[in-house]
C-alpha cells in the first residue's frame, strides 16, 4: 500500500440497522478540513451496470433468481464497482465509505441462502481483486428490532424473505467478524446513532494513525 493511498471503511449488518444513515455522517465528517474529499457508496447499484444489476438481484416484480446466480450478479456489481469506483478513489488518496462491502455476499448467500463459504471466499476475492476494507464495521441489530424500523412497506426481495432468513444472516455476520482475517469492529446499534457515530469515529481515528483522519 503506498503511503498516500486512501482507506476503504465498509459498513455491514442486515437491512434496517443504519448503515445509510451512517455513512453519510462518517463521509460528511471524514470531509471536514480534508483536501481531497471522501467517497460514500454502497452495494448494489454504484454504477450503470450496477444499477441495472440491482433492478435483477432486488426486485420483487421480475424472474426468480437461483442462490448460485444471486451471487454471481452480486459478484458482478462488486468488480464493476471496484473497477469504476472504489480503485481509483482509493489510488488517488481519498477515503471511502461503502454501505456493504464483500461480507455481504458471504453472509447473504452464504450464511443466508446456504452456499458453500469457501467456494464464495474464491468469488469474492476473484471480484473484489483483491482489496479488502481497512476496516469493517458490523452493525449490529436484532433482526425484530430491523423490521420494526423497515416498516415492511416497499421491502426489496432480500428484505422480504423473513425474520428466519434475517437472522441466519446476522448470525452470519457475527460469525465472520470473529473468524474474519481482516479487521472488524462490532457496534450495538441499538445505541443512538450519535453514539454509534462516535463509537465508529474513534475506531477511525486508530485506523488513521498519527494526526487522526485527514
Known amino acids: 500500500m503506498t503511503t498516500n493511498r486512501g482507506r476503504l471503511v465498509a459498513l455491514e449488518g442486515i437491512d434496517g440497522c443504519g448503515k445509510s444513515t451512517l455513512t453519510r455522517l462518517l463521509v460528511e465528517r471524514l470531509g471536514l478540513g ?3 474529499a471522501p467517497v460514500a457508496t454502497f452495494e448494489p447499484g454504484a454504477t450503470p451496470l450496477g444499477a441495472s444489476l440491482r433492478g435483477l438481484l432486488l426486485g420483487r416484480d421480475g424472474a426468480p433468481v437461483a442462490p448460485r446466480a444471486e451471487a454471481l450478479l452480486m459478484a458482478a456489481d462488486r ?7 472504489i480503485a481509483p478513489a482509493l489510488e488517488s488518496g481519498r477515503w471511502v465509505v461503502t454501505d456493504r462491502y464483500s461480507a455481504s455476499t458471504l453472509a447473504y448467500q452464504g450464511y443466508g441462502r446456504g452456499l458453500d463459504l ?7 476475492d476473484w471480484a473484489n481483486g483483491g482489496l479488502r476494507p481497512d476496516l469493517t464495521i458490523l452493525l449490529d441489530l436484532p433482526v425484530a428490532v430491523a423490521a420494526a424500523r423497515r416498516g415492511g412497506e416497499g421491502d426489496d426481495r432480500m428484505e422480504a424473505e423473513g425474520l428466519a432468513f434475517q437472522q441466519r444472516v446476522a448470525d452470519g455476520f457475527l460469525a465472520l467478524a470473529v473468524s474474519g482475517p481482516d479487521p472488524w469492529l462490532v ?8 453514539l454509534v457515530a462516535d463509537t465508529v469515529w474513534a475506531a477511525i481515528a486508530v485506523l488513521a494513525g498519527p494526526g487522526g483522519p485527514p
Do not use: C, F, K, Y
Open 34 to 36: 480534508s483536501e481531497l
Open 79 to 85: 468488480a464493476q464497482h471496484v473497477a469504476d469506483v
Open 118 to 124: 469457501m467456494e464464495l471466499g474464491a468469488i469474492v
Open 187 to 194: 457496534v450495538d446499534a441499538t445505541d443512538p446513532v450519535e
